[in-house]
């Protein structure tokens, strides 16, 4: 377990309370928002959204680095040795932010939001070739809750995917900020309920645009979208690779491209961090088209927009290539 200042539901509404007993009793209260840094860019807009017009985050990971394990310059080090709250997803995906917040003990608040109350967690698929039943549209296969045990390596960290955890994960991040700044505690519970409206209104958005490729068949770059495919019942035929920092073998390139013979894949998505030429040698001499998904904004200005703006980009890189 991590051993710096874990926050979770109960410890946030104990904080409040505490920091309210001491300005009745007439100790100061900080005005100002604590030094928030947060790893990605998508929970960096959840974030931002939930601090407006209040302070403003910093974001560790900008540009095309992508947190499957990224190694940390010093400035980001020391980026996140300075801040007094760390917003992440968790060791699942973060395992180098993990060590670091690790020697914070003491100094920063940890907000591991695989952990946020309400979000739900799936396990990793096996493998790279899939068989989703073709009612399987919910969380129902390979559901767990959000739990205790940090350190998993079988859960999918690729949370943010899911609306319904944004969701979650912003009522979080709104309590956390509220227990650590009691004097803007109101306006960022006022600022999450706002975002969460949002949230539900996109997630309906994307819902019906989605409708009519539900049946189409495609294959990603690696298993990034599981959070996404269960929530808009999609039908992914499999992935180049589990680990996108790692070749993919020439069998499992071999069974990747008999998957897209044979069963009709019409789309291979490409990342725009990873180099193409894998994707565009497995679909040489197939009807297959090459598409682009990015399942973390990498080209994407940093803001409260950018959690919304990514998921509307996926949204369109699905329907330009299953659709054309």
């Not at 990224?70 to 020391?78: G, I, K, M, N, Y």
């Not at 973060?94 to 060590?99: D, M, N, R």
Request: glycine share 8%; proline share 6%; aromatic share 4%.
């Amino acid at each position: 377990m991590i051993r710096s200042k874990i926050w979770n539901a109960r410890a946030g509404t104990a904080a409040t309370a505490t920091v309210l007993a001491l300005a009745a009793a007439g100790a100061p209260v900080r005005a100002e928002a604590p030094r928030v840094v947060v790893t990605i860019k998508p929970i960096h807009a959840l974030v931002a959204s939930v601090m407006d017009r209040i302070g403003t985050p910093a974001l560790l990971l900008s540009g095309s680095m992508s947190p499957h394990g990224v190694s940390l310059r010093p400035s980001q080090a020391r980026m996140l040795a300075e801040s007094e709250m760390v917003i992440w997803t968790g060791p699942a995906l973060e395992q180098s932010v993990a060590k670091i917040v690790r020697n914070l003990a003491g100094k920063a608040v940890s907000v591991p939001l695989q952990d946020a109350p309400g979000v739900r967690l799936l396990k990793l698929r096996e493998g790279g070739i899939w068989e989703l039943d073709e009612h399987d549209h919910g969380h129902g296969h390979g559901e767990e809750e959000g739990g205790e045990d940090e350190e998993r390596a079988d859960i999918d960290s690729h949370i943010w995917l899911d609306p319904v955890n944004a969701i979650a994960m912003t009522r979080a991040i709104g309590e956390a900020l509220a227990g650590a700044d009691a004097a803007n505690a109101a306006a960022y519970r006022a600022n999450a309920a706002a975002t969460v409206g949002r949230l539900k209104a996109l997630d309906a958005e994307i819902a019906k645009t989605l409708r009519p490729i539900r049946g189409k068949r495609y294959i990603v770059f690696h298993d990034a979208y599981q959070y996404f495919e269960r929530r808009y019942g999609l039908k992914p035929a499999g992935s180049i690779t589990i680990d996108p920092h790692r070749v993919p073998s020439p069998r499992r390139l071999f069974d990747i491209r008999t998957r897209i013979l044979e069963r009709g894949a019409s789309c291979v998505f490409r990342e725009p961090q990873f180099e193409p030429k894998i994707v565009n040698v497995l679909v040489r001499g197939t009807s297959a088209k090459v598409g682009t998904l990015d399942p973390v904004g990498a080209g994407l200005p940093a803001g409260n927009d950018a959690y919304a703006t990514l998921l509307r980009r996926l949204v369109a890189g699905l329907r330009a290539c299953l659709t054309g």
